[in-house]
């Protein structure tokens, strides 16, 4: 098996909010779910979409963002694992589109998703993959700009920073952090 046994992608339910900049870590699981032919079914106990893959499992949290730690409360549980076994893919307005960026740990850096998740496992020793969906637009309310789509001249740099986290999960998987930190770093 490799480093992760969960994997979570945070974002909002509906086809509304499919691609907008708060989804982005739905977006990269569901490419993750796709490139191996598996298919989601729902898990209502988890209120969540599931896809199982040997002894992996594929997450995407049907709670809304700001509820997200609801669905991992009760998934920790039945797959019998600790908070170290996650691997939440989010997005994270502080860093520049396209740029990527994993943490072993920390707090929630005010991501109202990976808060609820310290909360509901109370801990911050939370592995994460951090999006770049940055900078703010100076003037522009962060819950609407996060809840917008992605403009079309950034389509480009947000379809590469995903192909850039599945290749970051994929070589996590079968080489293992420190050669996956130092590609993700190149």
């Not at 896809?51 to 700001?66: D, R």
């Not at 850096?109 to 998740?117: A, D, Q, T, V």
């Not at 999006?131 to 809840?147: N, R, T, W």
Request: proline share 4%; net charge neutral; aromatic share 6%.
């Amino acid at each position: 098996m490799g480093v992760f046994h969960i994997v979570v992608g945070l974002g909002n339910p509906g086809q509304e909010y499919e691609k907008t900049r708060h989804n982005i870590g739905w977006r990269v699981v569901e490419e993750l779910v796709k490139r191996q032919n598996l298919s989601f079914k729902i898990d209502k106990k988890a209120k969540s979409k599931v896809a199982f893959k040997e002894k992996l499992v594929f997450v995407l949290p049907l709670t809304y963002m700001n509820l997200s730690g609801q669905a991992l409360s009760y998934l920790l549980q039945k797959e019998k694992c600790s908070s170290k076994d996650i691997l939440v893919i989010l997005d994270d307005i502080s860093l520049p589109l396209g740029k990527l960026r994993f943490r072993p740990k920390g707090s929630s850096g005010g991501h109202k998703g990976l808060e609820s998740i310290i909360e509901e496992l109370h801990t911050e020793d939370i592995p994460r993959l951090r999006l770049g969906i940055g900078p703010l637009p100076e003037g522009e309310q962060l819950a609407d700009y996060v809840l917008k789509p992605f403009l079309e001249e950034e389509k480009d740099k947000v379809e590469e920073m995903i192909l850039k986290a599945i290749q970051f999960f994929e070589c996590l998987q079968k080489e293992g952090i420190e050669i996956a930190l130092n590609k993700l770093s190149a």
